[in-house]
């Protein structure tokens, strides 16, 4: 993408026979521009609020606030007559915000927990544990991997055939263990699901 922007400012500079420098100056100053108009616009529509969605958002009420005259209604209602409008039309109605905390999925999470895991002791645990461990040490296998299969190709591209042979028996000296913990993992997330059922 840089490399077509580049092309366009010389094909640009070329044609109009304008410095170079200040067509990129001007390209930069735009981007700007629209960046800083991006991250302002919140700011600048939250002025043009009405006066009550305003009121409702300082009080950290986050949901949406319907303004008297607004010509939405909620879904599913019938429209009031002419009378209920004018009575209701001081009123404010503010939607309450999407549910972020419940308290009731905690407290069947907790008993689900008691159920699953009678105490500190037990062999849930202990398998919960080693399963933790495993993947533990396959995370920092994997890192030395990585690492080692970067030294690899560096000294294929050195053509270093010693050092290429050594870390190639490396290599395959640590796939045996992370082999074994790879299926240790699958093994425990086996007994684990049998535990918990």
Known sequence: MPTVISKCIDRTAARYNIPK???TRSVVAVAVLLYGFKLGY???QSLYKPPAARKAHENGHGGSVIVPGDIMSAPGKKARDEE????SVNEEVVLPKAPTFNVEFLLQLRKLVRIMIPGVWS???ALL???SLALTTRTFLSIYVAAMEGQIVKYIVRKDVRNFSLMLLKWLGVA???TFVNSMIRFL??????AFR
């Open 176 to 178: 045996v263990p992370a």
């Open 84 to 87: 209920d409008e004018e009575d």
């Open 189 to 194: 997330e086996n007994k684990l699901a049998l």
């Open 123 to 125: 062999r849930e645990v």
């Open 42 to 44: 919140p700011y600048i």
């Open 129 to 131: 544990g080693v399963h």
């Open 21 to 23: 420098e200040h067509i």
